[in-house]
């Protein structure tokens, strides 16, 4: 069985840049969650993929965007970066299966420093 | 909205001994789930243990285990026989339970509990 793999594992931008970060589901996943975690803090919610569509957002700004693949992989995309946006940023896969609520399972993280 | 708070920033504890870790949550929600992660400094969060609400028994995986109070609101995490491995970022998260009528399935995190386990 294949984890939660994201890429890249470190990515430096400056002030105004855009960046897309990457991750791929564990296998038999079908549902993507993105989370950003400050330093000293715990992560927060960014937004949920499933069947290739938002399905949910927390409280972040248009500028966050991502996509769902049809292999269930995904990519969050920043626009206009701000210094705050420095984080790491967590991907968590999870099957979502009728009602049933799945566990989440993180992958590695991207380390994000904009300068 | 959901708060999850844990009120300890930093515990250490003696190899071989034990050590628990406080949540508590507040929620109107009557179903949901709670989590414990673990987060070493490889940075990788790692699913430690899982209840149910619903569940009146408390979950347990080898050396940890929970005490879920749920009229408390209450949700700590002990570990036996603490091993250095141990040492890490530990976070209290919770989920609503999703339901027939859809929607997303977001954790809410407290801010973390940094154990260290000493030899």
């Known amino acids: 069985e294949t984890g939660v793999t994201q890429s890249p594992t470190h990515l430096i931008k400056t002030r105004g840049q855009q960046v897309t970060l990457r991750c791929s589901s564990q296998?038999?996943?079908?549902?993507v969650s993105w989370y950003q975690q400050a330093l000293g803090q715990g992560p927060q919610f960014i937004f949920q993929?499933?069947?290739?569509?938002?399905?949910g957002r927390g409280n972040f700004p248009p500028r966050f965007s991502g996509l769902q693949f049809p292999n269930y992989s995904s990519e969050l995309n920043v626009n206009a970066l701000e210094l705050d946006d420095s984080a790491l940023y967590l991907c968590?896969?999870?099957?979502?299966?009728?009602?049933?609520?799945?566990?989440?399972?993180f992958g590695p993280g991207t380390r994000l420093t904009v300068l | 909205a959901q708060t999850v708070t844990q009120s300890q920033p930093e515990m250490s504890v003696q190899e071989a001994e034990t050590v628990t870790l406080s949540c508590t949550y507040d929620t109107s929600e009557s179903n949901y789930y709670l989590f414990w992660y673990k987060q070493p400094p490889s940075r990788q969060m790692i699913l430690v243990i899982r209840?149910?609400?619903?569940?009146?028994q408390n979950a347990t995986e080898n050396r940890f285990s929970v005490n879920f109070q749920k009229a408390a609101k209450s949700f700590s995490l002990k570990i036996s026989d603490s091993q250095l491995g141990d040492t890490a970022m530990y976070f209290c998260a919770f989920m609503k339970q999703r339901g027939t009528q859809g929607g997303s399935e977001k954790l809410v995190f407290g801010k973390g509990t940094k154990l260290t386990v000493n030899p």
């Open positions: 209840q149910e609400a619903y569940k009146q």
């Open positions: 968590a896969s999870s099957l979502k299966w009728r009602a049933s609520t799945d566990t989440q399972y």
């Open positions: 993929y499933y069947r290739e569509e938002e399905n």
């Open positions: 296998s038999g996943h079908n549902t």
